[in-house]
């Protein structure tokens, strides 16, 4: 008999930029998480996710939003205010109740993120 167990998760997005921006961010997405505004990238910091020129500018990345145009999957028409550091490199963690790390993903460029299955995982391995 296979039973399964549910698991509570609270989805927190950290951002650097404006709140215009992350306004901007929500409708354009249509997420509904909530949000918390690092201005000062303290957030950042204290997960060791720093800038990259090398990483954002790599050709592979640039391959990859030539496809996106080439297939016209429309890229987000950002304003240009809200463009506030295009070298921010990001990721992807997951705390306990306890505040204790149990899953880091540091992106590798800004389209690197973990798969879902990958996360599920880590929280179904402390559960």
Known sequence: MNHQHSQSLR???VSYG???GATFWLDQTGY???MLLDAERAVYQVFG???SVSKVMKFKLMLHYSEILVMNRQLPDVPPQFLDDLFQ???DFILDQGGKVIFS???KSPVDRPSVPQILAAVS???
């Open 49 to 51: 996710l720093g800038s």
């Open 11 to 13: 989805v927190l997005v």
């Open 125 to 127: 391995a402390h559960s």
């Open 89 to 91: 490199m990001g990721g």
């Open 32 to 34: 509904e998480f909530d």
């Open 105 to 107: 993903y540091r992106c």
């Open 18 to 20: 404006s709140l215009e």
